[in-house]
């Protein structure tokens, strides 16, 4: 997948009206299309990170696939009737924050828990709607709304989400988190994320939203050239799909 987004998310980011969103992305869009319809329409799919429904509306007309939406439909009322009406892949991704605040930590009793209840109200909400639940993947939304603590006891009981039935996206490329942990400035975090990517793919994480593209696929293909056979005892979750994609 090729993820385009517009506005960034990152703490301390100004957000941006869907009039600037669209104008920063309609230049790229139809061009990112049409290499795709040179290549072949099976060579990748075309995803757009926003939360904004006009952005997402004219991004789907424009050839979109796939919406990665930061708010879980949540901080747009109107996108969940454009998911419903288009019906493309979506990313859910958990999200306990108002637009634009990404200072504030919610207090969490079993945050593992309770990122499970939200994606699964939300999830149901959708397919409750009519929206197909085989398009959606599921992003337990490593570092928005969580602490250091929040994200590895996050990371470390993924599989607690494998009863919701759905593939699991991580992003955690160059996260705050590896300052946190290891003291790494941002710079200096590929390291860092290419281990972690590789842990988590060999326990059945299926989608990693990466920036080194190129450096990760040669990492899923050492964890794939490397997993154990089934019948050697490795760990394997039934909710992997594939440790390459």
């Known amino acids: 997948m090729l993820d385009i987004g517009a506005e960034s998310t990152r703490p301390g980011a100004v957000p941006l009206s869907p009039q600037e969103e669209w104008a920063r992305l309609e230049p790229v869009l139809p061009r990112i299309a049409a290499l795709k319809k040179e290549q072949g329409n099976t060579s990748f799919w075309l995803s757009v ?14 050839g979109a696939h796939i919406i990665n939406d930061i708010s879980a439909f949540s901080f747009d009322p109107h996108l969940k009737e454009v998911l ?15 637009t634009g605040d990404t ?11 309770e990122v499970e209840d939200f994606l699964e109200g939300k999830m149901n909400e959708l397919v409750k709607g009519g929206f197909p639940e085989e398009q959606i993947i599921l992003d337990p ?4 709304g969580k602490a250091l603590n929040h994200n590895l006891e996050l990371l470390r009981g993924l599989e607690r989400l494998e009863k919701l039935g759905r593939p699991v996206l991580i992003g955690l490329s160059n996260k705050r988190m590896f300052g946190d942990l290891l003291g790494l400035k ?3 975090r590929a390291m860092a994320t290419q281990v972690a990517t590789a842990l988590l793919a060999q326990r059945g994480v299926y989608a990693h939203r990466v920036h080194a593209a190129v450096e990760t696929l040669q990492t899923l293909k050492l964890v794939e050239a490397l997993q154990p056979q089934a019948d050697t005892g490795g760990v394997h979750s039934s909710y992997k799909h594939s440790p390459v994609e």
Request: contains cysteine; charged residues 20%; aromatic residues 10%.
């Open 84 to 98: 419903l009406e288009y019906r493309p892949g979506y990313v859910l991704m958990h999200n306990p924050l108002s």
């Open 141 to 144: 939304g490593i570092g928005f």
């Open 186 to 188: 941002t710079c200096e």
């Open 49 to 62: 990170d926003t939360y904004h429904a006009e952005t997402a509306r004219k991004a789907l007309i424009a």
């Open 103 to 113: 200072a504030n930590i919610p207090a969490y009793k079993d945050v593992v828990g």
